[in-house]
Structures are given as C-alpha cells and as structure tokens.
C-alpha cells in the first residue's frame, strides 16, 4: 500500500496525528502508598506523604477511601468502598480528586447512596453534571429573609409551629414518636406545589428504608423525591457522608432556582457513626465522646440550608433534621447543639403518644423561630386566638387533675380545650390543604365546635374538609367571608347529622 502522505483532516486518526506532534517526554511522579492496616470502615495507609484532607484514595483491588486524618508518617483514612481482596499490603494511590455527586432532575424518582450509585433498579444515572460534596455555604449577601410558607400538611405545624421555605427546623423526640411519620407527610404534603425534596436515610434498619420508600412511592411523592440512603449495615464512611450528599442534591437544585425540602433521618445516627470514625482514627474524645467539631460539622450542613436572593434564582432549601432523644432528655450534646443551630424545634412527645394524641407534638416546647413572618396573615390571627385557648387549657387541666371543683366558666373552657384537642389529632398520611386549617380555625374561634361532642369532632371536621375541597375558596377571602361560609357548611353538616 501506497504512503499516503498527510492524514486528512476527517480521518479518524486526525486526533492521534495532533497529539503525537504535541507529544513531549517529561517526568511524572506519582507516591505509591501501601495499606498498613484495615478495619471497622477505616484504613491507614503509609507513602502518601503529599495526600490532602478529603482527597480520594483508591487501591490496587478496587477499594476506595477518604482521607480524613493526617500523622506525621500515615494517614488514615475512610472507607468508601471495600472488596474482599482489601488487606495490608494492597498498593494505594492518591487520585487528587475530591467526592462529588452527580445532580439534576436524573435524580428525580431514584434511591441513591452516598456517592450517587443507585440502588433501585432504575438502570445508570445521567452523569452529566456533578457537584462537589462539601462545598461553602451561600455567603450571607446571597441570602433573603424566610418570607414564604412550606406547608407540611399537618395542623398543629400549619398553625402554631409555621414553617418557612429556607428554614431549619429541627424535628425532635424520642424513638418511635412519630417524627419520621411527620417528616414523610411533609414530603407528601408537597405535590403539585413544585417543591423538589431530598430524603435523606442515615443508618436506618432495612425493613425501614423499604416501608418509607413504598410509602412515598404509593402516595406519589417518589416524582419529585430523591432518597439517598445509608443503611444501618453500611460502612460508617458512608453514613457520616449521607447529610452531605442530601445536601449537595439540593443545593444544585436551589441554585437553580427552586424550592427545595431535605430531610435528615436521622442526624443523631450520624453523629454517632462520626464519633466511632473519629475514635477509631484516635482524634480527641471531647464532650460525650464526640469529636470537638461535630458541632461544626453539623453547622456547615444546615448552614446551606437558606433561601436565596432573588438576583441568585431566589431558590431555597428548607432543611427538616431529625433527632432522636433518650427518654426525653433534650439537654444532651446533640440535641442541645442542634437545637441552636436550627431556627426552631418540633418537640415530640412519649407520654402524649403513649395517651393516644397524634401526633405527639407538644406545642408547649416547640418554637419556630422566624416561621411567623412566613405565615399567612390570615392563618396567623386565627392561629393566635386559638394558641392562647389551648394553652390556657393546658393549664387549667392540671388543676383538674386534683379532682378540685371549678366555676362554670372554667368548666366550659376546659370543655373547648377537649374539644380542640380532638380537632388537632391527626393520622398519619393525611396532609391537608392550608384553606382547610383556616376554615378549621375560624369555624372554631367562631366557637362552632363547642358543642359537638368529643367523639363527633373527627366525624365533623371530615365533613367540613369535604365541603372546603368542593368550595375552593381562597385563603385571601376575608374573615367575614369565611365566617359566612363555615356557619353555612357547619349548619348543613349539622342537618346531614341529624337525618
Ligand atoms: N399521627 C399519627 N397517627 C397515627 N400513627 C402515627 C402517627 N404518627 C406516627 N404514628 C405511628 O407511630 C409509629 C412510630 O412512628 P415513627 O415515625 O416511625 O417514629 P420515629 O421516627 O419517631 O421513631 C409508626 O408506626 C407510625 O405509623
Ligand atoms: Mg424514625
């Protein structure tokens, strides 16, 4: 065959020809370390001496780890990724990369671990693009106030504890008082309403991550919902990374201009799953055993967690960690950090589980900080007369627990308060529409509720609800509207009774 001369230029070896002119011989380093020990999810490595904090280790049979301690002759190192084949003596090198994950609407509907590897059987992700897993909060110039309401659905939250789009507020309790249960009907809460949310699952039973993921499957929340899970039997590296891989989800999302809802179940897991990586790489022990920067590491999370600015997209992320606490002792390091990082606390309850008030919050002992300013004007004035009854309630049913004999009028405004304790319990799975809190709240600071009786309320708020979703009034109606429309449903329902 004849020389061709010159390569043209569409020929499929165009490239190679151009690489090969620019192709000088030069000197690379590379350090090739060894792997001294490995175990309990973490490895300590010897001949990186340039490594850096964070970087990505991988070795010869495939592992790969995060540097997460630097010692004068070895660092350690987190597991990210373990073969069978990993041992001391395995050859590692440092990759110079840090974590990401990929981002976008790919996400959307998926169940992702830590490092973006699917779970579910959705086939391979889009990788186009990726984001960094630890990046810098939003500065403070790029920032808004919390001005717009994040429903959740529930009636005690929508009413006395408001949340709002860019806040952090902290869901706290202890084991098996619904504060999962509350953070799913949130996410549920959000369809229709544009709202991307991020479940985050930090080292939960199986049997749990299945049940949370079929529930939001089964109420259609998976469509706008990513779950990023890490087991309980994952490797403590990637349950120490999980928050963060939530986070950095939604943060891609925020600064793309949306509204966004993540959910950190639970972030005391994570703390503990820090303590054992920190321990196991013989950082100081500080208060109960945790690491001095927990607290830190906790902040930098729920830090990203804002709304922006309308000039950055005016997106946000309203951030839902939860807690769990040890027969409710909320003065314990976790929780009391956590408690003032965030902007307010929903305090679930034992004792009011245990007596059949569902959901257990406590209204005495939660706060939403900076919720207010989100609320509705109209929810908030009905939501204040009602608060200032049913504390008062709360008060004076204390006193009827020494059997003493009260005066009529007090008779009659314990007999309210029962009464608004029946219309505040609620199922789980049973979000409900903001104009139907407003006709709630109206219908009974209207006192319309005061002689139903108690084991009636359920029946009677359903039918109310029924009325207000064939009505679709607003909730900018003025009150003398909404007075006129629940004196109306509320007759009707009352005939409908009687027939
Ligand atoms: N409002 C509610 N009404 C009825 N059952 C509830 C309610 N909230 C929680 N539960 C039930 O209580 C149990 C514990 O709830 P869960 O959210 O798992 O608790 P936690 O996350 O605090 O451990 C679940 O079986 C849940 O269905
Ligand atoms: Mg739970």
Redesign the pocket.
Known sequence: MPDSGPIAADSPLAAQAEWLTRYRFGLRLSEQGTVVSVGDGIAWISGLPSARMDEIVQMDDGSSALVFHLARNRIGAILLRQTEQLTAGTAAFLTGKRLSIAVGDSLLGRVVDPLGTPLDDGGPLDPGVRRLLDVRSPPIIARDFVAQPMYTGCKIVDTLIPIGKGQRQLII????????????DAVINQRGKNVYCVYVLIGQKRS?VVNTIETLRRSGALAYTTLVVAEATAMPGLKYLAPFAGCTVSDAWTWQGRDTLVVY??LTTHARSYRELSLLLRRPPGREAYPGDIFYLHARLLERSTRLAAKHGGGSMTALP?I?TEQGEIASYIPTNLISITDGQIY?DHDL?ARGF???IDVTRSVSRIGGNAQHPNIKKEAGRMKLDYLQFLELEVFTRFGSRLEASMEARIRRGQVLREIL????L?SLAIEFQMAWLVAYNEGLFDNVELGRVKQRMMLLQRQVEHARVSIEEGRDQWKKLVHAWLSEVATSEVS
Do not use: H, R
Request: aromatic residues 4%; hydrophobic residues 35%; glycine residues 12%.
């Open positions: 309790g202890d084991n098996g008082t619904g504060k999962s249960a509350l953070a799913v749990t179940d639970d939860i769990e679930l589980f569902l959901p257990a319990k609620q199922d789980t049973a």
